[in-house]
T-cell receptor
Framework: EAGVAQSPRYKIIEKRQSVAFWCNPISGHATLYWYQQILGQGPKLLIQFQNNGVVDDSQLPKDRFSAERLKGVDSTLKIQPAKLEDSAVYLC???????????FGPGTRLTVT | AQSVTQPDIHITVSEGASLELRCNYSYGATPYLFWYVQSPGQGLQLLLKYFSGDTLVQGIKGFEAEFKRSQSSFNLRKPSVHWSDAAEYFCAVGGTGGGNKLTFGTGTQLKVEL
């Protein structure tokens, strides 16, 4: 069974630029999550999708972050414009349902200079 | 609000020695509890989980954890550590009351001395 795929693995941008991350969940997984992991901290949930609908985006900085999950499969997370404090690893996870085990991708390491 | 505390930021053990990583949680209902491991440049891998039932949970790679409701703890243990266990370990809490939203601790970095 293929795992959660993410790309790119690394990205370096300057502040005020925009960036997008892509996630392909495990086939058949209805629930998809985006987490932000700042160095030295645990992952923090940014947004949770159930199929193509948003379940929880309470911790998503909506003035600069956006996410979508068209057709209930792949998802993209965008930051526009980026700030220095957005430097982090962005993890995507998926599960069969909201009460099932979450499987994590390898993450995208973002550096904002 | 749900929260997790991992009081040890760094732990160093000798290979072959026993290991215990501490985790305390705060959750308003019956919690789901998890331990994840993260190696450098890798995503999070689930070691074990507690949903209900037996409070002593067995996981992969020889790890186990014990749920103690009275102490709000879910400590991770391994009787004999291998050098390959060096990684960062995260405790997390969630539950149906929160839509399975996971809240993670800040992690414990494990170093294994040969």
């Amino acid at each position: 069974e293929a795992g959660v795929a993410q790309s790119p693995r690394y990205k370096i941008i300057e502040k005020r630029q925009s960036v997008a991350f892509w996630c392909n969940p495990i086939s058949g997984h209805a629930t998809l999550y985006w987490y932000q992991q700042i160095l030295g901290q645990g992952p923090k949930l940014l947004i949770q999708f159930q199929n193509n609908g948003v379940v929880d985006d309470s911790q998503l900085p909506k003035d600069r972050f956006s996410a979508e999950r068209l057709k209930g499969v792949d998802s993209t997370l965008k930051i526009q414009p980026a700030k220095l404090e957005d430097s982090a690893v962005y993890l995507c996870a998926s599960s069969q349902g909201p009460s099932s085990e979450q499987y994590f991708g390898p993450g995208t390491r973002l550096t904002v200079t | 609000a749900q929260s997790v505390t991992q009081p040890d930021i760094h732990i160093t053990v000798s290979e072959g020695a026993s290991l215990e990583l501490r985790c305390n949680y705060s959750y308003g209902a019956t919690p789901y509890l998890f331990w994840y491991v993260q190696s450098p440049g890798q995503g999070l891998q689930l070691l074990l989980k507690y949903f209900s039932g037996d409070t002593l949970v067995q996981g992969i790679k020889g790890f186990e954890a014990e749920f103690k409701r009275s102490q709000s703890s879910f400590n991770l243990r391994k009787p004999s550590v291998h050098w390959s266990d060096a990684a960062e370990y995260f405790c997390a809490v969630g539950g149906t009351g929160g839509g399975n939203k996971l809240t993670f601790g800040t992690g414990t970095q494990l170093k294994v001395e040969l």
